[in-house]
């Protein structure tokens, strides 16, 4: 896609935090120490009345920082020069932002196309945080990254409380009690962090990952690494691509045997823009021994295993089989501290050294991140799939 011309608009006198959790979001966009920096690159900051508060912050902490305190919400959408928020606000929501407001978050368009059409017709500048490139330079800026983290860690302490086992080896007067035995599907960040913390656990760790450069992490955190690897499997950027219905066939063969002896199995495989995988079918569940347990991080992508809820735990046979796309929300202080950065570095790339707002489509980060711009979808693969429900 060409790129758009760059545009710089007037100066951003309001940046905007709202309360999500009316969605069952426990985080927020911004913290106070993430406001006090903000303000002193030159913004004026509210914050809605309560927003901070599932993650430990109050409004008069905030005031301290610097921001006002919004008691209406409705009147600081369509005031806001710039809202920053966690995950995609509702068509509602988009409805209320003034014309060339800029929104930044994870905006997750590809499930949420009634809020990218919205905020394309309303002429918002919205970055998606998703969409911001896997390069040195973007690093602070990575919220999947810095989320993914969290979320790999939990996912193993909810493996290892729901595992009929206990983690560790136990060698007792009593008799020895093995450890248990954890399969992490998928080796991103998410999936490296679930391996290092079952590991730290105790538990006897194997996993796989379709991308060659996988092994060697998963080998360097003690894990044995479960090979099905092709040379195609890695897509540009360091991610996974999606696999032919062949390589899965023989990803699925592989893993077979391996969840089968499972006491926990931690699901973590996911392609951007994709649905997840289906790397454990039905059948492979029934080999599993009651009691043993599978834990999604794609359930929100439709799950790696082909009996995952998205909206709740299922029992089958014995096995639970738990959601976990929004684990993140379980440590609501830290994920918040984590991803406000990753906000207030996007901010501070797109403020000028006059203190106005520039967003420069020649800046690779953010031609990469700008989902809507100018009236128009500018993600390509968004975009497609809005002509496709267009022509349904």
């Not at 790129?3 to 309001?14: G, T, Y």
């Amino acid at each position: 896609m060409k790129a758009a011309p760059r545009w710089k608009p007037a100066f951003v006198p309001q940046i905007f935090v709202p309360d999500e959790r009316g969605a069952g979001e426990t985080r927020v966009a911004a913290t106070p120490a993430t406001t006090e920096r903000l303000v002193r690159l030159g913004h004026a900051v509210s914050v809605q009345s309560g927003a901070g508060a599932a993650a430990g912050h109050t409004d008069a902490v905030y005031r301290e920082a610097g921001a006002a305190i919004a008691d209406d919400p409705e009147a600081a959408w369509a005031r806001a020069d710039v809202v920053l928020v966690v995950g995609p606000p509702s068509p509602e929501a988009a409805e209320r932002l003034a014309e060339g407001a800029t929104l930044i978050g994870l905006l997750a368009p590809a499930r949420n196309l009634d809020t990218v059409r919205v905020l394309a017709r309303r002429g918002v500048n919205a970055l998606a945080l998703e969409l911001v490139p896997r390069i040195s330079r973007a690093q602070g800026m990575d919220a999947l990254t810095s989320q993914a983290n969290l979320a790999g860690y939990r996912a193993a302490i909810v493996a290892a409380s729901s595992a009929p086992c206990s983690f560790p080896l136990f060698m007792t007067a009593a008799g020895t009690l093995r450890p248990a035995t954890v399969v992490v599907l998928g080796a991103g960040v998410a999936g490296l962090q679930a391996i290092a913390t079952a590991r730290r656990l105790g538990a006897l760790v194997r996993a796989n990952d379709i991308r060659p450069a996988a092994a060697e992490e998963v080998r360097s955190l003690g894990a044995e690494f479960i090979d099905t690897t092709s040379e195609a499997g890695q897509a540009e950027g360091g991610y996974a691509r999606a696999a032919s219905a062949s390589e899965l066939s023989a990803q699925q063969e592989v893993l077979a045997a391996h969840i089968a002896e499972a006491d926990a199995v931690i699901c973590t495989a996911v392609v951007p823009g994709k649905p997840a995988p289906t790397l454990v079918p039905a059948e492979m569940v029934e080999r599993m021994s009651p009691g043993a347990g599978i834990v999604d991080l794609a359930a929100a992508e439709g799950g790696n295993c082909a009996l995952t809820d998205p909206d709740g735990e299922v029992d089958h046979h014995g096995v639970r089989i738990i959601p976990a796309a929004d684990l993140p929300r379980s440590l609501p202080g830290e994920a918040s501290s984590l991803y406000a950065r990753n906000q207030q570095a996007v901010v501070q790339l797109l403020t000028g050294d006059d203190g106005a707002l520039v967003l420069d489509t020649d800046d690779a980060i953010v031609d990469a991140a700008l989902l809507t711009a100018g009236g128009e979808v500018r993600h390509g693969p968004t975009a497609e799939q809005l002509g496709e429900r267009e022509h349904a």
